[in-house]
C-alpha cells in the first residue's frame, strides 16, 4: 500500500485527542462502560467526536479543526460536560490522567472492534497493557517537507511535553518512581520510539515503502512513534502527552504546542540533524522518571541543565508568538505551574500522601476532571 498524498491544512491549525478512564463509583477501578457511554454521547449533537478505544473501560474525545488554545477548550468544554452528565446517568465517573492507579491489566476486555482483535492477536497481553491514556495534539503544516522539519524540531522538545503532562506515576497499586510511566508501556511496542530522520517527503515515502515491502508495515497506524506525521490531516502528531486531570490544561498544552510551531516557522530558529537524536532517549527517560526535577541535555551544544530552566526559557522565547495566537493565558498557566514544580504527578501524590488510599484519590481526580481548573 502506497503512502497517501500530504493533504493540506491550515499552518499551525490544532486538533486535540484525549483517552479517558472510565470507573465505576463503588470502589473507582475500571468500569467496562465504553458502549453505553458512546451510545448515550450520540445523542448529544457536540463537536468534534467519541470513540472507542483498545479495551472496553476507555474512550477518546477528539475536536474538531481549531486555530488556537481557546478554541480547544471551547470544544472540549461542551464534550468534557456532556460526558459527565452521562457518566452520572450510568452510575460511573470519568477520569483524566496517564494511568489508572491500581487496575490489573487482566480483567481488562479488548474492545470488539475488528482492528483492536487484529492487535491483540498481535501482541496478546501488550494490547491490554495498552490501557493507558494520552493525548495527542497534532498541529498543521503548509507541506509534506515543512511537516518533517517540525516534527524532528519538536523532537527537541518531547521532555518538555512529558513533563508538563505527566500524570501516571501509579501502576497496579505501587508508586513507580516515575512521573510518567505510561510511556513505559508504549516503549514495549517494536514500531514505537523515534521516526527516522528524513527531511523530504520523497525520502519518507522510499522508507515508508521499504517497511510495507518487509510486511511488518501496513498504514501509519503501525506506528507508534512519538511524533508521527498524519498525511491524511496534513498535520504532524505528538503523542507523548500523560492525558491531563482537566480539559483546561489539555488545552494550554495544544496552546504550548502551538506557540512552539509558530517559532518554528515564522523564525526557523535551528535546522534539526541526525546528532540531535544522540540525547533523545536520554532525555526522554530523564523526563518520564523526574518530570519537572529532570535534567536536559542540550542536543545542539551539549549543555547540561535543569529542564525546568530549559521550559522556562523556551516560554520566554515563544512570548511573542503566543500572543499573537491568544496563547498568553494558556502559557502563563504552565509557566505558573513550572515555577511551583507542580504537575499532575505531583498532584496525585500529594493525594495519596494525604488519603493512604488509591480509589479516594482516583474519586478526587474524577472531581476534578468534572471541575474548570488547571
Not at 488556537?68 to 450510568?90: E, F, G, M
Not at 535551528?270 to 541535555?297: H, I, K, M, S, W
Request: aromatic share 10%; glycine share 4%.
Amino acid at each position: 500500500m502506497p503512502l497517501e498524498p500530504f493533504n493540506k491544512s491550515v499552518a499551525l491549525s490544532l486538533g486535540v485527542e484525549l483517552e479517558l478512564q472510565l470507573v465505576n463509583t463503588h470502589d473507582y477501578d475500571l468500569a467496562p462502560y465504553a458502549e453505553d457511554m458512546l451510545r448515550l454521547m450520540a445523542q448529544t449533537p457536540l463537536p468534534g467526536s467519541v470513540v472507542p478505544e483498545m479495551t472496553s473501560s476507555m474512550i477518546e474525545i477528539s475536536t474538531d479543526v481549531c486555530h488556537s488554545a481557546l478554541d480547544v477548550i471551547a470544544q472540549l468544554t461542551p464534550i468534557r460536560d456532556a460526558l459527565v452528565r452521562n457518566a452520572d446517568k450510568l452510575n460511573i465517573a470519568v477520569v483524566g490522567g496517564g494511568t489508572h492507579a491500581f487496575q490489573q491489566w487482566h480483567e481488562r476486555r479488548i474492545y470488539d472492534k475488528p482492528r483492536f482483535r487484529e492487535l491483540s492477536e498481535l501482541y496478546g497481553y501488550l494490547s491490554k497493557q495498552f490501557t493507558i491514556f494520552g493525548q495527542h495534539v497534532h498541529i498543521g503544516c503548509p507541506d509534506a517537507d515543512a511537516a518533517l522539519l517540525m516534527l524532528h524540531r519538536m523532537s527537541r522538545y518531547i521532555p518538555h511535553f512529558i513533563a508538563l503532562s505527566a500524570s501516571s506515576p501509579f501502576v497496579q497499586g505501587q508508586d513507580t518512581q516515575f512521573d510518567s510511566a505510561r510511556l513505559n508501556s508504549v516503549f514495549a511496542f517494536p514500531l514505537s520510539g523515534r521516526a527516522p530522520f528524513t527531511l523530504s517527503w520523497k525520502e519518507f515515502e522510499n522508507y515508508f515503502m521499504r517497511m510495507t515491502r518487509t510486511g511488518v508495515v501496513r498504514s501509519m497506524k503501525d506506528f507508534y512513534w512519538d511524533i508521527r506525521p498524519k498525511p491524511e490531516f496534513g498535520t504532524i502528531e505528538i503523542r507523548v502527552f500523560d492525558t491531563p486531570l482537566t480539559v483546561e490544561r489539555a488545552a494550554a498544552l495544544a496552546g504550548y504546542v502551538q506557540s512552539l510551531a509558530a517559532w518554528f516557522l515564522q523564525e526557523q530558529p535551528f535546522t534539526p540533524t541526525e546528532d540531535d537524536y544522540l540525547v533523545y532517549t536520554y532525555n526522554r527517560f530523564q523526563a518520564c522518571r523526574f518530570g519537572l526535577d529532570a535534567l536536559y541535555v542540550d542536543p545542539a551544544s551539549g549543555e547540561h541543565m535543569p529542564l525546568r530552566d530549559h521550559i522556562l526559557m523556551t516560554m520566554t522565547q515563544l512570548e511573542w508568538h503566543s500572543e499573537a495566537l491568544n496563547a498568553t493565558q494558556a502559557l502563563g498557566e504552565l509557566r505558573t505551574s513550572v515555577e511551583a514544580n507542580r504537575n499532575d504527578a505531583r498532584w496525585l501524590r500529594e493525594k495519596q500522601g494525604k488519603e493512604r488510599l488509591l480509589a479516594e484519590v482516583i474519586r478526587q481526580a474524577a472531581l476534578r476532571f468534572r471541575s474548570a481548573t488547571v
